[in-house]
């Protein structure tokens, strides 16, 4: 990888005046804002009473403040992240769909209400069906919109930690479908701080089956993108050639 790159990093708990400091500090070439739809007033108001992180951004609003800050020495990418909710997401895309954005982050942040992060109310099913679950929540989004990319694969981790003994295969199902969309895989740094030995074996089943992957820091402050950079580093090695890619009006720039 010839630029460095981190294409999921969130604003609204920061100023973006401070991530694009520390990401120029770190040394990136591109960094890509993909703000949570709910955290946008056009798609948030879809949702009512629903989860609030930071400040809402009216949509042009947030788009016309991150053109602003895209210069020759900090390529700053405009995206959105598409959380997977049934009855919300393919309605949400069809707003944010229109606004002209670099990319959009497809995630599953939530399986039957359940919030993935959230240990004290863990349903009480196997691991392997969450997994499942999971991954085939994961391949539904990627079917029902187009999404460039892929968020933190391997997120469920943070809960359900016993990987199944066929959970490669459900990977590789998740993966090939990626593949097939020309979706992005992403290597997220949280996900490699959570569940290093998942995010090898993601990387190793993307590369057997020529994905395309992009790095995400998932910072909501400026220091986790400094953490991102050491996490990442070992990774893109030649010894370990990825084909990373970041997107440009909706389309793959190999990097």
Not at 23 to 36: C, N, Q, R, W
Not at 137 to 155: K, S
Not at 220 to 228: D, L, T
Request: hydrophobic residues 40%; glycine residues 6%.
């Amino acid at each position: 990888m010839n630029k460095p790159a981190d294409l999921h990093t969130h604003i609204c708990q920061t100023p973006i005046n401070d991530m694009c400091r520390c990401a120029k500090t770190t040394g990136l070439f591109y960094m890509g804002i993909s703000e949570h739809v709910y955290q946008l007033s056009e798609t948030r108001a879809m949702l009512g009473d629903f989860f609030l992180e930071g400040r809402v951004y009216d949509t042009q609003e947030y788009l016309s403040m991150l053109s602003e800050r895209d210069s020759e020495e900090l390529r700053i990418l405009k995206g959105a992240e598409l959380d997977y909710l049934p009855g919300f997401t393919q309605k949400a895309y069809g707003v944010i769909d229109k606004y002209g954005l670099d990319y959009i982050i497809g995630s599953v942040h939530e399986l039957n209400g359940w919030d993935i992060h959230d240990s004290r109310r863990f349903p009480t099913k196997k691991a392997d069906t969450l997994w499942e679950e999971y991954f085939n929540t994961q391949i539904e989004l990627m079917r029902i919109c187009h999404v460039e990319i892929i968020a933190h694969p391997v997120r469920m981790a943070i809960t359900a930690r016993n990987f199944p003994k066929n959970g490669k295969n459900m990977m590789e199902l998740m993966v090939r479908e990626a593949v097939k969309q020309n979706t992005a895989i992403e290597i997220n740094a949280k996900d490699c701080i959570i569940a290093p030995e998942l995010v090898r074996e993601l990387i190793n089943i993307g590369k057997r089956n020529n994905a395309i992957f992009t790095l995400g820091s998932d910072a909501h402050i400026p220091e986790a993108i400094s953490r991102a950079d050491g996490i990442f580093k070992p990774i893109l090695t030649k010894a370990n050639p990825l084909t990373v890619a970041v997107f440009i009006n909706r389309e793959p720039v190999i990097i």
